[in-house]
């Protein structure tokens, strides 16, 4: 049960301007939308799959690339796994809990979106991925004027000048942006 009655998702603008792994966006805001009030908070593999759009079977790339961001994460100390599996072993529906350490997970600055926002991104039928979509609307949000060429935000969020170009007609056919 989400305690935190806030209706925004909070992430990081460091991370999204310059961590250029798309599923760790989707990550932090399924972390974030499920903290309580004590910064703990929740998940499993099912929720970041099930987000994606992915199936359940563990295709080793997609499930190898899941891992090394969480383990990013608490290298880096964004999180602390309190409960829950070894990692590397996990389950889709194996629950994972952990802690959030704030100054590290949100930074100096983070932008903020509203939860219905990232539901409707889950909804979107397209073959842009999700955590794409996800990511160009993050970077797109995360500054106060908007002034990035086609070719800077590729470089920098390492995906396609096409995909990049859909992604935000997607967001813009969506009424999202």
Do not use: W
């Not at 932008?111 to 991925?129: E, G, P, Q, Y």
């Amino acid at each position: 049960m989400d305690t935190d009655k806030t209706l925004f998702l909070r992430i990081n603008n460091k991370e999204i301007r310059e961590n250029k792994n798309h599923m760790y966006h989707v990550l932090a805001a399924i972390i974030d939308q499920k903290q309580n009030i004590e910064r703990e908070s929740y998940f499993t593999l099912r929720d970041i799959y099930d987000f994606l759009k992915l199936s359940y079977r563990k295709k080793y790339s997609i499930f190898k690339y899941l891992i090394d961001t969480i383990d990013y994460m608490e290298a880096t100390n964004k999180i602390t796994i309190t409960k829950g599996p070894d990692i590397n072993n996990a389950d889709f529906n194996d629950c994972i809990e952990i802690i959030i350490h704030p100054d590290n997970f949100y930074g100096n600055s983070f932008s903020m979106l509203s939860r219905n926002t990232f539901k409707k991104i889950a909804i979107i039928n397209s073959d842009i991925s999700k955590d794409k979509l996800f990511h160009v609307l993050l970077y797109y949000n995360s500054f106060q004027k908007f002034y990035a060429t086609t070719e800077t935000i590729a470089s920098t969020l390492g995906i396609s000048k096409n995909t990049i170009t859909k992604c935000f007609k997607i967001l813009n056919e969506e009424n999202i942006i």
